[in-house]
């Protein structure tokens, strides 16, 4: 069974920075792609960045950037590098992984950004 485990959310003001990592665990013969997504209250579930085999990265328009995203394929895990944060990016943000054939999420950690 295969497992995604988010950390690093918190409390960060304006102007701040936060990094985001997500370890997968469990087997996974195919790994396709890596990212994040988040999801603000009353809105939709929104793209922020993905990562493909071969190092290929994707950016929501919103944190292009501002966000990086990055990948370590031994270790199974991804990580979300946020400077310049807003208030706007305050949400639940998700961990995904895209295998040859399902797609898993983490549990989501939240990342509030208020003065």
């Known amino acids: 069974q295969v497992q995604l485990v988010e950390s690093g959310g918190g409390l960060v003001q304006p102007g701040g920075s936060l990094r985001l990592s997500c370890a997968a665990s469990?087997?996974?013969?195919?790994?396709?792609?890596m990212g994040w997504y988040r999801q603000a209250p009353g809105k939709q579930r929104e793209l922020v960045a993905n990562i493909i085999t071969g190092g290929i990265t994707t950016y929501g328009s919103s944190v292009k950037g501002r966000f990086t995203i990055s990948r370590d394929s031994a270790q199974k895990a991804v990580y979300l590098e946020m400077n310049s944060l807003k208030p706007e990016d305050t949400a639940v943000y998700y961990c995904?992984?895209?295998?040859?054939?399902?797609?898993?999420w983490g549990q989501g950690t939240q990342v509030t950004v208020s003065s």
């Open positions: 995904c992984l895209a295998s040859s054939s399902d797609m898993y």
């Open positions: 469990g087997t996974i013969f195919s790994i396709n792609a």
